[in-house]
Structure formats: structure tokens, C-alpha cells
């Protein structure tokens, strides 16, 4: 039997196409980052040379950006996860065909980077569970079971999840995001393939940029690591409330927004997108720049223990990636949202005169995390994975576990919620 598998053509093509699958997906998520970083490069170069470049940039980057998504790139709008997931259903129909084609992501890749030049609070991880899930799914027509429904769904996983892995560098992260998020049934025949898609796609994207963590290892003490306090508790606390908060407030806002700005977005979704610009302009106005991009760079200032970043910075960074994310643009949620609970962190240890910032701010990503996504054990393990902290896996996990479940208390799931949307193409579709 061994033997037969071993010298079967079919297999061999299979198994050929999900490794140059996975491969182009470690592939697109590591030009998707360096692309990201360029932008945000440029960006400050040019604020650097003419300090009012986001007030023009934003509005009119915004508003083309917009324009050319409802125009060219239906679906590329927003995070790109609730598209996997909607793609993933037996009657996505003809709305879930069009979020798998090929010039979607395209589009948002491309359109994602313009957004972070023009100073969007813009993550690019969701976006690239989008690209996986797109890049896997089309080379799977070629595979000998591919026409079946049921293979392609699995496929779209495993993309996914690849996608996860490959941006983050976190393999685990990937396996328990296609678990926990992108699947709540996952099959047997499916677990096979996906791991070897994240397995492969980290593989290409360590091979390209090295082994490394997005926010290095931060210095964290044994009893820092392993200490449950009442200020933890009072951390997973407020990151549970406010995070269910935003996760609810994306959704009031994305689903049905009321009175003008409804109409307005409805009627002039470009202009509408304008105003957001506008908004975001302002914000990192008020913050110096901060709010600009991803997040990951204020982020690991904090972890690196040697900046304090203004009490601010949460809420704003929150609210531009709000912002950004209704003005229908691609946008990402996860980066900003770690950088959100990172900020939220640190401002909690220093108003309970902590001796170091730092554990908070590691605990406040993955409770801001969880408290957004619900999603507590894909929080909990993104964050061991970037910061490698697995002494700190029990606070960690506790403090998912307290977010998700006071974020249940204010908000329905938000992912699986914004692919609910897509039932109604004619009216929801943006």
C-alpha cells in the first residue's frame, strides 16, 4: 500500500501542487510585508519633508482607493478573513467565487500598500489569509480531486492558515487560527493538508528573511512571567471590555451605519472614504505620526522597554483603525489590534507604578487580541510565538480566556459576523 502511494502519479501531482502553492504564499506574504514597510517608509520620509502630507494624502488616497475597490476589485474590501470564511461555505455561491479570484487579491495587496502610504491604521496579516486562501484554492483546480466542493473548502483553509503562518512567522498560530477562526469543524481529511501549507509557506518565508520574531524577545523576569496579580486581572478585564467594544463598534458601523453618514456612505461610498482619510489625518496629527501604518513599529518600542509612548496612543490608534477599516478600503485588523493592547498595557503598568511595562504590554496584545477576534487560543499563541514568552503561557492564557469571554458579554463573534453580510449580496456587498 505503502509502495502503491509512493508511485502514484496522482498523489505526486497533488502533493507537487500544494508545495508550490504553500511556497507562493510564504512568497506573497514576505512581499506583502516588505511592501508594507516600504510604504510606511516613504511615508515618514515624505511627513518628515512637508508635515501636512497626510492631510493630503489621506482624504484623496482614501477616496481613490475606495473608488477603485467597488470599481475593479469587488471583495477586496476590508480585512479579508470574513471572505475566507464566507468563501469556505457550501452556499457562498456566486459572491464566494468572486472573493477566490485571482485579480481580488491582487487588488489587495496593491490597493492595501497605497492605504499605509496614504497613512491608513492598516494590518496586512487578514489581507494575507486572503492571499493564501486565493493562491491555494486556484492551483487546487489542477489537482485530481480538485472539482469536489468539499476539497476546495479544504484547500481554502489550508491557504488560510498558511497565510497566518507565513505573515506572522508563527507556524502554531496558523494551525490553531484555521482551528479556531477559519473553521469550527476541522475535518480530518483537512488537518494533513494544512499543515503541510503552514509548515511550507514558513518554511519559504524564514528561507527569504530569517528566523526571527516580529518584536524580538523582550526582557521579562521569571516572576514577571509567571506572576498572576491583580493587575493582570485588571488588565484582561479592561482589554475584554474595550475590545468586545471595538469588535462591536466595527460592527454597528460596517453593517448599518445610521442617519447622514449612512446615506452618505451608501450614495458616495468614495467621498465617504474621504472623511474617514480625514479622520485619520487628523488623529495622527494629534499623536505625532503614531497612528500611521501598522502598528508594529510602537508596538515594539514598548516591548523594548526604553520608550513611553502618550497615554493617547490606544485610543486613537483604535479609532484610525476604525476608521480605515469603515471606509472600505483593505485593511486589516490583527496588527493594529496587538499594537492597541500593547499601548493599553503599558498604560496600565504605569498608572500602577509597575516596575516594567513590559509584561503588560505583552499580556494587553493578546487580551486586546482575544477581546477583538474571540478567538482566545489563536490570541494567546500569536503572541507567545512573536515575542517568545512561552514562560508566560499560563498568564497568557488567562487573560484570553477572561477577554474572550467579557467580549462575548458586549459583541457577536466579529469575523464569522462580517461574513455573515455576504448572504445578502445586492445589499451588503461594498
Not at 476604525?322 to 496600565?348: D, H, W
Request: hydrophobic content about 50%; some cysteine; charged content about 10%.
Amino acid at each position: 500500500m505503502i509502495y502503491k502511494d509512493l508511485l502514484s502519479a496522482e498523489r505526486w501531482k497533488t502533493r507537487s501542487l500544494m508545495w508550490i502553492g504553500a511556497g507562493a504564499v510564504g512568497l506573497a506574504a514576505v512581499g506583502f510585508a516588505k511592501l508594507a514597510d516600504l510604504a510606511q517608509f516613504a511615508l515618514r520620509r515624505m511627513t518628515a519633508a512637508f508635515a501636512p502630507t497626510p492631510w493630503l494624502l489621506a482624504p484623496i488616497g482614501f477616496f481613490i482607493i475606495a473608488w477603485l475597490t467597488r470599481r475593479f476589485f469587488r471583495g477586496a474590501e476590508g480585512s479579508g478573513i470574513p471572505q475566507t470564511i464566507f468563501a469556505q461555505r457550501a452556499d457562498s455561491g456566486a459572491v464566494g467565487r468572486l472573493f477566490l479570484q485571482p485579480r481580488v487579491v491582487v487588488g489587495r495587496v496593491a490597493l492595501a500598500g497605497v492605504g499605509l502610504l496614504c497613512g491608513g491604521s492598516i494590518g496586512r496579516e487578514g489581507p494575507t489569509v486572503h492571499v493564501g486562501a486565493v493562491i491555494i484554492h486556484t492551483l487546487s483546480r489542477w489537482m485530481p480531486h480538485g472539482r469536489s466542493e468539499a476539497y476546495q473548502r479544504s484547500m481554502i483553509l489550508a491557504g488560510g492558515a498558511a497565510g497566518v503562518a507565513a505573515a506572522f512567522n508563527t507556524p502554531l498560530a496558523g494551525i490553531v487560527f484555521a482551528i479556531e477562526e477559519l473553521s469550527k469543524s476541522f475535518e480530518e481529511r483537512a488537518s494533513g493538508t494544512t499543515m503541510t501549507a503552514v509548515i511550507l509557506a514558513g518554511v519559504v518565508a524564514i528561507a527569504l528573511v530569517g528566523d526571527y520574531n516580529y518584536f524580538g524577545q523582550p526582557v521579562v523576569t521569571a516572576a514577571q512571567a509567571h506572576a498572576i496579580t491583580p493587575g493582570l486581572l485588571l488588565l484582561a478585564v479592561t482589554c475584554g471590555l474595550l475590545g468586545g467594544g471595538a469588535s462591536r463598534a466595527t460592527l454597528a458601523t460596517t453593517l448599518q451605519l445610521p442617519g447622514a453618514l449612512g446615506r452618505l456612505r451608501r450614495e458616495r461610498p468614495a467621498l465617504f472614504a474621504a472623511l474617514c482619510g480625514l479622520g485619520v489625518a487628523a488623529l495622527g496629527t494629534w499623536t505625532g505620526g503614531l497612528t500611521y501604518g501598522t502598528g508594529y513599529d510602537e508596538a515594539r518600542s514598548i516591548l523594548g522597554g526604553n520608550v513611553h509612548l502618550p497615554w493617547m496612543y490606544a485610543p486613537a490608534r483604535a479609532l484610525a483603525t476604525l476608521l480605515s477599516y469603515l471606509s472600505g478600503i483593505p485593511a486589516g485588523l490583527l496588527a493594529p489590534s496587538l499594537s492597541v493592547g500593547a499601548g493599553l498595557g503599558q498604560f496600565i503598568a504605569d498608572h500602577l507604578n509597575e516596575a516594567s511595562a513590559v509584561p503588560f504590554a505583552i499580556l494587553g496584545m493578546c487580551g486586546f487580541l482575544a477581546g477583538v477576534t474571540q478567538a482566545p487560543l489563536t490570541s494567546f499563541v500569536i503572541v507567545m510565538e512573536m515575542t517568545s514568552q512561552h514562560a508566560m503561557v499560563l498568564p497568557l492564557m488567562l487573560t484570553a480566556a477572561i477577554a474572550t469571554t467579557l467580549s462575548k458579554l458586549i459583541s457577536p463573534p466579529l469575523y464569522q459576523s462580517l461574513a455573515d453580510r455576504y448572504t445578502a449580496p445586492q445589499q451588503q456587498l461594498v
